[in-house]
């Protein structure tokens, strides 16, 4: 290979490890946030204006999701502290998931499949969020947004395989 090959290559690479660290980084952080919800909700209630007593009795909308399901998650955690427990194995899910793509992230040319079954994955997100949520009584808007988690993690997915294609094996 000569110089110029090797230069495009050294770009390519540093593409790919960009795109997988990006999502590596937001698959760690979103795990992370699965840990501490009921206090993210108190905060993103607070952040919409929602007093820390306030019901979801007489609410609309957004406020009545939000504050139905912190009132959900309080009472929960109140009384059966243990349900958290599947949010901890939820968090940890999203962690491990990620360390599936340093192998892609440190050799991009060698581990194509990985970024394969990565954007099929994020291809699933969106049937299960219309169908479970469905089910489990979601709204739809909330639906569209968990949707959107999977449209935003193919996004690197395909850029990092696009790119990790053109190396040399």
Request: overall charge positive; aromatic content about 10%.
């Amino acid at each position: 290979m000569n110089g110029g090959g090797r230069d495009e290559a050294t770009r390519l690479r540093r593409r790919v490890r960009f795109w997988l660290g990006l999502f590596i980084a937001g698959l760690v952080l979103s795990g992370l946030t699965a840990f501490p919800l009921l206090a993210e909700l108190n905060l993103l209630c607070a952040l919409v204006g929602l007093r820390p007593d306030a019901t979801a009795t007489g609410h609309t909308g957004l406020a009545h999701w939000l504050l139905l399901v912190r009132e959900g998650l309080a009472n929960t955690y109140a009384r059966y502290p243990f349900i958290g427990y599947g949010t901890d194995w939820l968090a940890f899910g999203h962690i491990v998931i990620a360390l599936f793509f340093v192998a892609p992230w440190r050799e991009p040319g060698r581990h194509l499949p990985v970024l394969r079954m990565g954007l099929v994955a994020c291809a699933l997100v969106i049937p299960l969020a219309l169908i479970a949520g469905e089910v489990r009584g979601i709204p739809p808007y909330w639906r569209l947004l968990d949707c959107a988690f999977g449209v935003a993690g193919a996004v690197p997915l395909w850029i990092a395989l696009r790119q990790a294609q053109r190396l040399p094996a």
